[in-house]
Nanobody, 119 residues
Framework: QVQLVESGGGLVQPGGSLSLSCAAS????????MAWYRQAPGKEREVVAA???????IYAESVKGRFTLSRDNAKNTLYLQMNSLKPEDTAVYYC?????????????WGLGITVTVSS
């Protein structure tokens, strides 16, 4: 079982920056992917950035060049640095870990944290 706790959201003006953190606890063996997703009002949840199996990083086209995904394995923490924020980045951001367990492949989610980009 993995528990995820997000922090760092809030209100920021367009062009500003925010840094999100996701602290993971529990068994971190056989992790396939670690990712940030977001869900804007009235829209489906979408992947923002992810470490894929093998450590490759992928980004949504809409955030490339503005967001940076990183992690601290010693602290079991995933980060998302968000720069040049736009109103369309407003959403609830969720941390996700996809893990292979004895029960099969499991997806774990944090409760989500709100990011609001507005003047």
């Amino acid at each position: 079982q993995v528990q995820l706790v997000e922090s760092g959201g809030g209100l920021v003006q367009p062009g500003g920056s925010l840094s999100l953190s996701c602290a993971a606890s529990g068994s971190m063996f056989s992790v396939n992917t670690m990712a940030w997703y977001r869900q804007a009002p009235g829209k489906e949840r979408e992947v923002v950035a992810a470490f894929t199996w093998g450590g490759r990083v992928i980004y949504a086209e809409s955030v490339k060049g503005r967001f940076t995904l990183s992690r601290d394995n010693a602290k079991n923490t995933l980060y998302l640095q968000m720069n040049s924020l736009k109103p369309e980045d407003t959403a609830v951001y969720y941390c996700n870990i996809n893990q292979t367990t004895y029960r099969g492949v499991m997806d774990y989610w944090g409760l989500g944290i709100t990011v609001t980009v507005s003047s």
